[in-house]
């Protein structure tokens, strides 16, 4: 009977998962935000803007997204502790940093999955020979 129990909850947890992503990946980015909500102020705030960007423009699967988080509180927290201004961090071109920071996470990025789609349609288009043929990505 217990493992019967047992075997139902996972089946549930499955389901859960289904519906509402992987709950590993939930407990990851609590702890995240829990880490950046002890930053200093000027820290936080930075790593609060880069996050809003990065959930808009970031990978779209929760597995790089929590990695790229949980990079970004490491580089915040060792910035703080070693007195890193946020200048410093950035610098003069904050996009140019996010966008290079991006680069060094490909999986699951949908704007990297639509250029290559893309790319691939219009090769097709000219007769060209990809080696691609019926991939999407």
């Known amino acids: 009977m217990a493992t019967e129990s047992a075997e139902q909850k996972k089946r549930l947890r499955h389901y859960l998962e289904i519906v509402t992503g992987?709950?590993?990946d939930k407990r990851r980015y609590r702890e995240h935000k829990a880490r950046i909500k002890q930053l200093p102020e000027n820290y936080r705030t930075a790593a609060e803007a880069l996050e809003r960007y990065l959930l808009i423009f970031g990978p779209s699967d929760g597995?790089?997204?929590?990695?790229m988080f949980e990079d970004l509180a490491d580089l915040f927290e060792q910035s703080a502790a070693n007195g890193t201004s946020i200048r410093e961090i950035f610098g003069e071109d904050p996009v140019e940093f996010v966008e290079a920071f991006?680069?060094?996470y490909p999986v699951g990025q949908w704007i990297a999955r639509e250029r290559n789609r893309f790319t691939s349609a219009v090769e097709r288009a000219a007769g060209?020979?990809?080696g691609k043929e019926g991939r999407t990505v």
Do not use: P, V, Y
């Open 22 to 24: 992987s709950l590993e």
């Open 63 to 67: 597995g790089s997204m929590m990695a």
């Open 102 to 104: 991006i680069r060094n």
């Open 128 to 130: 060209e020979d990809t």
